[in-house]
């Protein structure tokens, strides 16, 4: 009886020192993305402070030193479906100098077809029109995914980002 009592209660703290890692792990998750959350507040505030006023390469210089690249490219992704005109402009180019455009870019000619399709709904979100021509190859792309996020970047570059 002593025997499957101590297997029992053995099993009983394995269980709980699972669980309790699995919370931990949990709970880092959730801090992270709330940090994320925060950086990306504070990317917008800036940016729709100071770049009506300053260039995009004054904003990447001195405001956003060492920014946090995903939370820096979501901000500027909401900026650009929002923004208009000049803003818009500035919005874009901001992207192409900290290096996303390029990125997504390269990303089209990704092995993967959720890659590319994720590349090509930014770039049609950004309204990056260096991606034009490569965006309207992928209409002939194997995967309807692809050819269905292509087809919707190039729409929405169209209609000024509103499609």
Avoid: C, N, W
Wanted: no cysteine; charged share 30%.
């Amino acid at each position: 009886m002593g025997k499957v009592l101590l297997y029992l209660l053995t099993a009983v703290v394995i269980s709980l020192a699972i669980f309790s890692i699995y919370l931990l792990v949990r709970i880092v998750k959730v801090y992270r993305r709330a940090r994320t959350l925060e950086i990306m507040r504070g990317y917008e505030t800036i940016l729709y402070a100071a770049l009506p006023r300053i260039s995009p390469e004054e904003a990447l210089r001195d405001l956003l030193r060492d920014p946090h690249p995903g939370a820096l490219e979501e901000v500027l992704l909401r900026m650009g479906d929002q923004a208009e005109g000049p803003l818009k402009e500035k919005v874009e180019k901001l992207y192409g100098l900290a290096g996303f455009t390029a990125m997504r870019m390269r990303e089209l000619d990704s092995r993967s077809a959720a890659r590319r399709a994720e590349a090509a709904r930014r770039l049609g979100r950004i309204g990056a029109s260096e991606a034009v021509p490569r965006l309207r190859d992928l209409l002939g792309d194997g995967d309807m995914e692809v050819r269905q996020a292509a087809s919707q970047a190039l729409e929405r570059m169209e209609h000024g980002g509103r499609a």
